[in-house]
């Protein structure tokens, strides 16, 4: 089964502009994570915020978390075409040592 | 540092017929994933490692569907008989306990036709 829901499921932008994505999850996690995967290859790993943070930056990258919503989202500004992937959300829950994905959400940044 | 190696990248069987999947995981990690992702789909965890003992198995079709993990390095999953449903990427992953608590790292993935 799949804890986090992505939204939107598809995105698409113009280089330049910033792209927003959003994780919606069921239950209390440990820390929350997202993932990039280039279309064909594996999973690679983006951020971790954990649940008593509630925004994290990595570059282009900013990543909010809101326990009390159960959300979370990953903005990427001044998008690049070689930004367009699948982004998913993940999150560790309890003593768990795994990991849940989302289904995710495909951006698209055209040139 | 090398990453997760899998192998073969894509197999093409006819149903009915056994695959194997390989994975080396980074050196020192002792966690090891297999997930399977369908298309469009995020990935599922069939079964985690901590070293070479299954510590959770509970997603993983044990009729079909068998794993192993000698000497708590390389691992093994295997599909026997495989069915048209089992078409989808098989991802090994590897992690090490207490860096970045649960950063996964992932292989390019084993890509699965069943015809």
């Known amino acids: 089964s799949q804890q986090g829901e992505e939204d939107p499921q598809a995105l698409s932008i113009q280089e330049g502009e910033n792209a927003t994505m959003n994780c919606s999850y069921k239950t209390s996690i440990n820390n929350l994570q997202w993932y990039r995967q280039n279309s064909g290859r594996g999973l690679v790993h983006l951020i971790l915020i954990r649940s008593n943070e509630r925004e994290k930056h990595s570059g282009r990258l900013r990543v909010t978390l809101d326990t009390s919503k159960k959300s979370s989202s990953l903005l990427i500004t001044a998008s690049r075409a070689a930004d367009t992937a699948s982004y998913f959300c993940?999150?560790?829950?309890?003593?768990?040592?795994?990991?849940?994905f989302g289904s995710g959400t495909q951006l698209t940044v055209l040139p | 540092e090398a990453g997760v190696v899998q192998s073969p990248r894509y197999k093409i069987i006819e149903k009915k017929q056994p695959v194997a999947f390989w994975c080396n995981p980074i050196?020192?990690?002792?966690?090891l994933y297999w997930y399977r992702q369908n298309l469009g789909q995020g990935p599922e965890l069939l079964i985690r490692?901590?070293?070479?003992?299954?510590?959770?198995d509970s997603q993983l079709p044990k009729d079909r569907f068998s794993a192993e993990r000698l000497k708590g390095v390389d691992s093994t999953l295997k599909i026997q008989p495989a069915e048209l449903g089992d078409s989808a990427v098989y991802l090994c992953a590897s992690s090490f306990p207490g860096q970045g608590r649960n950063t996964i790292y992932f292989g390019e993935g084993s890509w699965l036709t069943v015809v």
């Open positions: 993940a999150t560790d829950e309890g003593s768990a040592r795994q990991l849940t």
């Open positions: 050196s020192g990690h002792n966690t």
């Open positions: 490692y901590e070293n070479e003992e299954a510590v959770d």
